[in-house]
């Protein structure tokens, strides 16, 4: 216990946000007796699930339909299994180099998805397994990446955080550069005359980078329709926000762009958030910041316990208290949608689902050694030739 | 001799133009046009460039310029002169100083399907977006294994200015050439500048696109040829300027200029060099330097870089390795920026970059004289 006290912060946290956000998963409240459960049905955010900085915050009063909340329960237990088992694979030495997953984070990606259209684009850093799949990509492909496989979304030769679809730029090793990235696909979509919004994710430890705020700059004088998402899980690497950020009010940190800041445990006030913020930025409002107030459970990646920097007793009550997939069961079986029996059947679903991707990505050959070569240039574009580790190794194209 | 002259002057444009210049009024209403006439086909560099980016910008409407002052500035050096008012405020974008971000979105637009060409003011600023450069923009088609695209162009002048010291002089040659996934072009002529600007616009993957501020100036003839709003060049395939069967001079940029005229004072002592213009630093043309080894056994490289893991070194440890090496007669000579950060005096600066009598007294050396 004493080697912990030395990662205690000397300085007694205040926490940053009891001020007003509250980051519980299961506050929101029915309105009235539901009637008719295919019809959408009114419930009520908690008071502290937003704060604004230059705008005004969304309503609290949501619409939510029971097959949608229901199909977000099945999608965020799908994610939680596919880290679930990332985790077994990288234990089980299949899966190599870094792997960084988003446990506890689900509201985060599955919220995402359910307020933004299919042509919208996103873009995010390194912790991209669940962004990858909703955003049009398959658990297997992602899977057969981690294990460096054919069937991988990249082939086998990204890895982790670099996996991509066509309105899914990533998956970014550099932290921070995705920033400036993403706001050139803004850029683009503005330029093209698309009606489309682009999430630009980055971390609170992204937050402070020189880049970051350039990107602000220019999507602020350029009218982008950018949304800058700030996932704050509490934790660069090892280093609380505290400890890195003169300021963690990164909503805040927009200087002219207005932000938002959001309980990203909640799944329905998420959604809900990034439907207004898609709102903002399509009807001509120039860019926006949003904040998710966030946990990980686990450590920053497969390498860091997670344990060094935070106790764990701050970590289980995370996890018991304000698990975003306990807080949906809540919400689904007090709203009389469905059963425990039901929603357990689901979990069976998502795990059965899982398991057989995992099994299919298993059986994905490696590449080609040919494959070293490939993908360097455009296809039809190469050099006559590439090097390799001596000069008899060479690849003619 | 007509002949021996007409080429003569055909690769010493420097020379030819003394000899053949046109009267000063009609170079002085060239120059106020901005544009060589078609009758007399000779183009500065700057305006070389100006016309590639119009004519692509013209044909591809995803085309597009952004970078520090390209716009209402005419652009620093003013290699953009004339596109805002031409194109408009969405395809002509001044940007903030803030190259990691202005670079980065350039990136993003390129991802996104549209063609960006993002001028960095010196390739010395560009230090500040490497990251985007080099990982952004040149890894990820691998990275995504084949499936996401980035067809961006980065340019602007690379290496030495006059008199800007060392912040403001370093050439970037060896290290975006050494990056599997960029392709690096390093133009010389007002031809080079046009068929390979436009090529690497019009090449799906990222170049990096390495001018000389100190050639923006410089007049060249222009083939008919190269007038064509349709003519490209292939990168990755040098150009002999100069054909020679005594030694081989390979020259990038402006340092071409400086082995043509060597080339002309080592004829006059009877040393008939063979001098190529490599165009391209990646994919780097070895298949001509060593045909042309073969043949004349004797090689002299000349940059502009440090001396240090460069492009010289490149060159010559990749002719040692092949067949061509069985065919020299004398070491690989490099001659190459000095290994000292760019001093300011002109004197000194001077003792800092390759000059002609450098070049003359190197190339006799490979062909073991000492007059």
Request: aromatic share 8%.
């Amino acid at each position: 216990m004493a080697s912990l006290a030395r990662f205690r912060p000397a300085v007694r946290r205040i926490p940053a946000f009891a001020r007003a956000i509250q980051t519980s998963a299961d506050t929101t409240q029915l309105q009235d007796i539901i009637e008719d459960q295919s019809k959408p049905f009114t419930v009520k955010l908690h008071e502290e699930s937003f704060r604004a900085y230059q705008c005004e915050t969304p309503s609290l009063e949501v619409e939510v339909k029971k097959d949608e909340l229901l199909k977000m329960y099945k999608d965020m237990q799908t994610m939680r299994r596919m880290e679930m088992a990332a985790d077994a694979l990288y234990k089980a030495k299949l899966i190599r180099g870094f792997c960084h997953l988003a446990i506890g984070q689900e509201a985060v990606s599955v919220g995402l998805e359910y307020g933004i259209k299919p042509e919208d684009r996103v873009i995010t850093a390194y912790r991209c397994h669940p962004f990858a799949v909703m955003r049009g990509g398959t658990i297997k492909g992602v899977i057969a990446e981690l294990l460096g496989r054919q069937a991988g979304m990249s082939h086998g030769k990204g890895g982790s955080m670099h996996i991509f679809t066509p309105s899914f730029f990533g998956g970014n090793g550099i932290v921070g550069a995705q920033v400036p990235v993403g706001a050139g696909i803004a850029f683009a979509q503005k330029y093209l005359g698309k009606n489309t919004a682009t999430f630009a994710l980055y971390g609170d430890g992204a937050s402070n980078q020189g880049q970051v705020f350039e990107a602000f700059n220019m999507a602020k004088l350029w009218g982008l329709p950018a949304v800058f998402v700030c996932e704050n899980n509490k934790y660069g690497m090892g280093t609380s926000a505290e400890r890195s950020s003169s300021n963690t009010e990164y909503f805040t940190r927009g200087d002219k762009i207005p932000g938002l800041q959001v309980n990203g445990m909640d799944i329905i006030a998420s959604r809900h958030a990034v439907q207004y913020a898609r709102k903002w930025v399509t009807e001509g409002n120039g860019p926006l910041l949003m904040e998710f107030v966030t946990y990980r459970y686990g450590g920053h990646s497969m390498s860091d316990p997670g344990t060094t920097y935070r106790t764990r007793e701050e970590v289980q009550r995370m996890r018991s208290t304000q698990d975003p997939i306990r807080g949906l069961q809540r919400y689904i079986e007090e709203w009389g949608l469905a059963t425990e029996q039901e929603l357990k059947q689901l979990d069976k679903d998502a795990k059965a689902e899982v398991d057989q991707a995992v099994e299919e990505a298993k059986q994905s050959p490696e590449p080609l050694a040919k494959d070293l070569w490939t993908d360097i240039y455009y296809k039809g574009t190469e050099p006559s030739s590439m090097r390799g580790r001596e000069r008899e190794e060479v690849h003619h194209y | 001799m007509a002949a021996a002259r007409a080429a003569f002057s055909r690769v010493a444009p420097a020379i030819a133009s003394v000899r053949a210049r046109p009267s000063l009024a009609l170079k002085r209403a060239a120059f106020a046009r901005g544009y060589a006439t078609a009758s007399e086909n000779s183009m500065t560099v700057r305006d070389a460039l100006n016309v590639a980016m119009e004519e692509e910008m013209m044909r591809d409407e995803n085309v597009f310029i952004l970078g520090e002052e390209v716009a209402r500035y005419n652009g620093a050096y003013k290699v953009t002169k004339g596109l805002l008012d031409k194109f408009g405020e969405k395809r002509v974008v001044d940007t903030p100083i803030t190259e990691m971000g202005f670079a980065g979105i350039a990136v993003g637009a390129a991802l996104s399907g549209l063609r960006p060409i993002c001028e960095f003011m010196t390739f010395n600023f560009a230090m500040q977006a490497i990251d985007q450069i080099v990982n952004s923009a040149g890894k990820t088609y691998y990275m995504s294994g084949g499936n996401v695209p980035c067809p961006v162009v980065f340019r602007g002048p690379n290496g030495a200015a006059s008199g800007v010291g060392a912040q403001h002089s370093q050439d970037y040659a060896a290290w975006y050439g050494s990056i599997p996934g960029l392709k690096v072009v390093s133009p010389w002529s007002a031809e080079d500048c046009k068929g390979l600007l436009k090529a690497a616009i019009r090449d799906p993957n990222p170049v990096v696109f390495l001018e000389n501020e100190m050639m923006y100036g410089v007049t060249f003839p222009m083939s008919s040829e190269a007038m064509s709003d349709n003519f490209t060049l292939p990168i990755g395939k040098a150009k002999v300027e100069r054909e020679g069967t005594d030694i081989t001079i390979v020259a990038h940029s402006k340092m071409v200029t400086h082995s043509l005229e060597a080339a002309d004072i080592l004829a006059k002592e009877g040393v008939k060099a063979e001098v190529i213009n490599l165009r391209s630093i990646r994919p780097l043309d070895i298949d001509t330097i060593k045909a042309s080894v073969k043949k004349t056994n004797r090689l002299l490289i000349v940059e502009g870089g440090f001396p240090a893991f460069g492009v010289g070194s490149e060159i010559c440890a990749q002719i040692v390795e092949s067949e061509a090496f069985d065919y020299l007669d004398a070491p690989v000579e490099r001659v190459t920026g000095a290994d000292v950060p760019t001093p300011y005096a002109t004197n000194l600066e001077a003792l800092a970059f390759p000059d002609t009598p450098v070049i003359v007294k190197v190339a006799k050396r490979a062909l073991y004289r000492t007059n």
